[in-house]
């Protein structure tokens, strides 16, 4: 059963063998798996729960009702945009579909790197399969991309770089361009219309509109959870929320996870939780035609660039450079210039096509939590190890917008770089990427509670637990050991399913 704030009338009080927080990504799969294996679980969700009915395609309305902050979450110094879902279903209901499983040089490296030697290529691709099946993940054709994704293809044809289509979790996809504000057709595979009605079918008990403000233990035990149920209009708290539980599964997503644990002070012998901070800086790079590109239609994320990639490839660049279209209020600020100059932009929009480097980041950032129980996240872009090749991914995604046909191409820094020869592109080793003076924004966040075997290191062990605690596991992006390099929803599933496995096994050992 699916249960919004405004069908509670009373204080709750819940009493459950699992007690998820956060219903996304990481949440769902777990929820739906442990209700699978016959335990009573009950998912908490401070988001509110919502349908293909509730999309209206306008991005006053759903900023404010499907992302955390309205969408105005960033970095303390305001230098980058930190987009996440906050919803039953959590940033999976937002997201744009790409689906890359975890490369296998990337789990190679979680074996070595991070002592996690069960994540096999065997062992994960099961659980992918197995994830795939339920979210009918399929790779398109490229007759499917838009003008804007087609670009690229045609940069990676005429340039010899590797690239592909993406596999996306669609099912009769319209092609609509809405899908950062909710898929109103259902076509999204989105957790809110798989894993968590799946789980609810099986007698998982999910409640919307519930904030956990607090996990509360005793000795090397979680006991339960406090928190409120809110108001869905004004998300204002409306009735305590109480939860028992034998085994509490944190899955808040790579922000909110640290917080809930920092704000409840749970023990921590590495001192690791919040740190580590990853979050896949997005450069935007636009491109102006002389034909139409009308990028905020179709699919909008349809075509990679995977040349450059590391856990690819093999590429020391480590990054990925991906079509991408927004709806005009997000994109609007990408366009240069201010006042007429900015308005003559936006009035030709339809021939401007865009693209972003999407790097996976060596340097890291850190979340902590202040005393009201909200995030403070500190991210600096690295300036020798992430910048140098930030750079150059600019300058390449210039190149390839420009061998695509494109008249003039722009770079996302303020000290505005822009080209209409291959050669013009190097301008952007210039520019300063001091905080504000580049465009840049997140919507992967990772590592804030990594999974490994050195306890000094990393805040969950390789058994999916928080150290200090026998039943508290975590289950979600902050448990990657390191950037993921690729879009990571699928990883989330994988590990996910790879804990919830090791729980279903030796439940005891889990305090179940
Ligand atoms: C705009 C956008 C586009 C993206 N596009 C892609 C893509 O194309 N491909 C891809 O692979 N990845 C994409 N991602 C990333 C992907 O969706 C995430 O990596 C993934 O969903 C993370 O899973 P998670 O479980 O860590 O967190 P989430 O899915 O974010 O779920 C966390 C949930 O916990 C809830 N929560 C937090 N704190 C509390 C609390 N105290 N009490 C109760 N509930 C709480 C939140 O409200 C949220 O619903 C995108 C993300 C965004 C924002
Ligand atoms: S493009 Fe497809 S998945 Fe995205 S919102 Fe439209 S119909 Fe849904």
Redesign the pocket.
Known sequence: MIVAGSAVHADLDVQADIAVVGSGAGGAVFAKLLTDAGHRVVVLEEGGYYTSADFTQDERDMYPRLYKDRGTQATADQAIGILQGRCVGGSTVVNY?DCFRSPPRLLAEWREVAGLGALTEERMAGFFEAVEEVLSVRQIGVEQLNANNAKLWIAAQRLGWKGDTFHRN?LG???????GLG???D??QSMALTYIPLASNGGALIHANARVRRILFEGDRAVGLEGDVLDPDTDLPRHRLRVRAKLVVVACGSINTPVLLLASGARDPSGQIGRNLHVHPAFPVIGEYDEEVRAHE???QGYYIGEFSGVLHGHPDDLLIEGIGAPPGLSAPLFPGTGDAHMDWLARRDRIASAIVLLRDAGSGRVTVRDDGRPTIRYRLDEERDVPRAKRGIENLIRAFLAAGARRVFGPTVDEVQARHPGDAAAIHERSFAPNRVIVFSAHQMSTCRMGADEAAYPVDPEGRLRAYRNVVVCDASIFPSASGVNPQMTVYGLASHVADMVRSEPRRYGL
């Not at 996809?173 to 899908?179: A, F, L, N, T, V």
């Open positions: 579909l669609a996809c319209i092609g609509s361009g809405y899908c898929c109103a057709y076509a999204k179709g699919i909008k």
